[in-house]
């Protein structure tokens, strides 16, 4: 017995000695570029700097362009976007500098699967339609791309909220999925940014805190046939007369 436990010994302390060792190779490499199944920055970017990586941190940069605002995704750092980093930094208690390195790039990591949406919500979740996501009012690649902005905006709001779960009862739908649930002939949901949220947080509480998150489009209780959930999209008005909105 006691062999065998100086055996179990041996064989833990060995298995933690090669974890150290995986922990500090990791950190010794962080300090380049982390490695990430999505989307890896190679440098520090700050106001002035133009270009892709720019653009990258701009769709999840999305929920945070201030009350009223949508943060534009053209590859170029202006004060918008660094206003835009500085309240996801103060989010998530970094140090608001509204310049994006290893801190904010390593919180970014964090908060995205391989396949570049937030940690929270899926393509799947976005697209009870069809796995295609075509059929709608613009090419699959662009219906998609839709959804993963509107899925970083409601990573934001649901921070904003307390980190609550968020339910998303329809997101994406083709012609024939948005007539067959009655959906408005030019709903977002046909461009793919359109989501509907229903349980909790209520549907005013949702409404309101999405003023802040990017969405041009909010519809809740108070206008018809939005009682029983809070649509969400990329464009299109407020109007959640219930909600003061
Ligand atoms: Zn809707």
Redesign the pocket.
């Known amino acids: 017995m006691r062999t065998a436990f100086r055996r179990i010994g041996r064989a833990f302390v060995a298995c933690t000695l090669a974890a150290v060792t995986t922990l500090v190779g990791v950190v010794a490499t962080s300090s380049a570029a982390q490695a990430d199944g999505c989307y890896t920055w190679g440098r520090v970017l700050k106001q002035g700097v133009v270009g892709e990586d720019v653009r990258q941190l701009q769709i999840r940069l999305a929920g945070y362009p201030g009350y009223g605002g949508v943060l534009s995704l053209d590859g170029s750092f202006g004060p918008a976007t660094r206003s835009a980093l500085i309240r996801f930094q103060q989010a998530y208690g970094l140090s608001a500098d509204g310049v994006a390195g290893t801190q904010t790039f390593n919180q970014l990591y964090a908060l995205q699967d391989n396949d570049c949406t937030p940690v929270n919500f899926s393509y799947a979740e976005l697209n009870r339609c069809n796995s295609t996501w075509s059929g709608g009012a613009v090419p699959a690649s662009t219906a998609k791309f839709n959804a993963l902005v509107s899925m970083w905006k409601l990573q934001a709001m649901r921070k904003a909220l307390g980190s609550v779960p968020i339910t998303v009862s329809?997101g994406f739908r083709s012609y024939s999925c948005n007539s067959a649930v009655g959906?408005y002939s030019n709903?977002?949901?046909l461009y793919g940014d359109?989501?509907?949220l229903v349980g909790s947080p209520s549907f005013c509480r949702l409404a309101q805190q999405a003023r802040y998150h990017g969405f041009g489009n909010i519809?809740g209780p108070g206008y018809p046939n939005h009682n029983d959930?809070t649509?969400l999209?990329a464009i299109g008005g407020w109007s959640a007369p219930t909600c003061g909105i």
Do not use: C, E, N, Q
């Open positions: 329809s959906g709903s977002r949901h359109g989501v509907d519809l959930h649509h999209g």
